[in-house]
């Protein structure tokens, strides 16, 4: 299985990237993963919250290929570690050759982008920042495949 990482505009916090890249370099034990950025809008303070979201929501889309796609989203369902290894192994075992998880810009996704979204998932229900979040879902998503093979990384 491929995972894809999608997000939307670069992770500009100088420790961020480091610290993704450890994760995301210690899932490639697993499974083959991708980290993609679309770009951030231009001239985005011209733009309306929900202009924002359409132009982002089709650069998602086109990026995202043919892959099951989940959304990290407030709204979305909120998993125990334990509970997201689950759901990741019946994933792995499925029928799907590929899983796109995205994070998107400050205002969420489009409609197209939910409407093309096979669920939701959200990390807490505290707010975090779409760049926070991107570290917070590589540890998960790491911490996911450690309990699934039964590795010492999770503790109860």
Same mark, same amino acid.
């Given at each position: 299985?491929?995972?894809?990482?999608?997000?939307?505009?670069?992770? *500009?916090?100088?420790?961020?990237?480091?610290?993704? *890249?450890?994760?995301?370099?210690?899932?490639?034990?697993?499974?083959?993963?991708?980290?993609?950025?679309?770009?951030?809008?231009?001239?985005?303070?011209?733009?309306?919250?929900?202009?924002?979201? *359409?132009?982002?929501?089709?650069?998602?889309?086109?990026?995202?290929?043919?892959?099951?796609?989940?959304?990290? *989203?407030?709204?979305?369902?909120?998993?125990?570690s334990e509970e997201f290894s689950v759901f990741l192994e019946k994933k792995l075992?499925?029928?799907?050759?590929?899983?796109?998880?995205?994070?998107?810009?400050?205002?969420?996704?489009?409609?197209?982008?939910?409407?093309?979204?096979?669920?939701?998932?959200?990390?807490?229900?505290?707010?975090?920042?779409?760049?926070?979040?991107?570290?917070?879902?590589?540890?998960?998503?790491?911490?996911?495949?450690?309990?699934?093979?039964?590795?010492?990384?999770?503790?109860?």
């Open positions: 299985m491929k995972i894809l990482l999608l997000f939307v505009g670069k992770t *500009d916090k100088g420790y961020l990237p480091a610290a993704i *890249d450890i994760y995301v370099d210690r899932l490639k034990h697993y499974a083959a993963v991708e980290l993609r950025t679309i770009p951030e809008l231009k001239n985005a303070k011209s733009l309306s919250e929900e202009q924002q979201k *359409d132009s982002e929501g089709k650069q998602l889309l086109q990026a995202a290929g043919e892959g099951e796609l989940w959304l990290l *989203d407030e709204q979305g369902k909120e998993l125990s075992q499925g029928s799907a050759k590929n899983l796109t998880f995205v994070v998107g810009g400050p205002y969420g996704f489009s409609a197209e982008v939910y409407a093309r979204a096979a669920g939701r998932i959200s990390l807490s229900r505290m707010t975090f920042s779409h760049q926070m979040v991107r570290l917070f879902f590589a540890e998960q998503l790491y911490r996911a495949f450690t309990i699934i093979k039964g590795e010492p990384y999770h503790h109860k």
